[in-house]
């Protein structure tokens, strides 16, 4: 069992992302308070900087890199986020970048990657391991490999969101994190843990992904082939070591909402809150609206995680 990390160390990475990390707005709707009958707070990670959370973990992560790691450079693997996370980190701090993408990743996120200065490596996400790819590049360069969520410094990277929502809100009744690989949600769940007790936390997952849900009800990682969703943030084959460690013990439980539902609240927030949200940034809201029922007069937190999709994408699926 690994040593997992812990809100001291979400507090610290909050240091050193001071400056560098945009504290991101936390909205409310009555017309969602009216739907459910509920207090609902969204912290909106898609107005970080390169769009999505995962810079909180990727620059907590490449900041702690001695000289010898920040000469030799990182590499990483991504369908997108992360990839423009590191990539972006790695141009802040002068550090050399390797991403590998797959060939079908969106190609506003593909685009970005390589404007942030990453070098991009592409592979095909159903037929090759991009985890084999990434390890064999390190070994070969001497690269220090950060993952995209299965690493401590990524963990607490983004457990800074849901701190930084707490801050703000005081203790909540239950928060609703978008699950692909769990960096995310494990990250919050230290957070809530810390500040907010008596919170029940809820993973969300594609419902044709939903390696995380046969994880936690099984008691062990379930890999599962790469899922077809929409939500592309969460095309994930399995969580990690670390997040499995601190899912299995932190959180409540997890649900999982159709791609349906998720254009369903790419429309809501694109229409009643004028913000753009790409799919796996929906599945919280997805999943509040499944239990609206179980959640009324409470307060509830819901993270959107991100906000990169191709505006051309975007129309199609709302046009529907």
Known sequence: MPILPTFDDVTAAAARLAGHVHR?????????????????????????????????????????????QRKAGV????????????????????????IIMPHDAPASKMAATRGYGGNVVVYDRYTEDREAIGRKLAEEQGMTLIPPYDHPDVIAGQGTAAMELFDETGPL???????????????????????SPQCRIYGVEPEAGNDGQQSFRSGSIVHIDTPRTIADGAQTQHLGGY??????????????????????????FAGRMKIVVE?????????????????????????ISGGNIDLERFAALLAG
Request: charged share 20%; glycine share 12%.
């Open 24 to 68: 991101t707005p936390v909205l409310t709707s009555r017309t969602m308070n009216d739907e459910t009958g509920a207090q609902v707070f969204f912290k909106c990670e898609n107005f970080q900087r390169m769009g999505a959370f995962k810079f909180r973990g990727g620059f907590n992560a490449l900041s702690r890199f001695d000289d010898r």
């Open 243 to 268: 997040t499995f460690g601190i899912i299995k013990r932190d959180v409540d439980d997890i649900c999982t909402a159709s791609d349906a539902e998720l254009i369903e609240c790419m429309r809501f």
């Open 279 to 303: 799919p796996t940034g929906c599945l919280g809201l997805a999943a509040v609206r499944n239990m609206k029922a179980a959640l009324a007069g409470k307060r509830v937190g819901v993270v």
């Open 173 to 195: 009744d239950a928060l609703f994190v978008p699950l692909g690989g769990g960096g995310l949600l494990s990250g919050s769940a230290l957070a809530a843990r810390a500040l």
């Open 75 to 98: 590499v990483t693997f991504s369908s997108g986020n992360h990839a423009q996370a590191i990539a972006l980190s790695a141009r802040l701090l002068g550090i050399p970048a390797t």
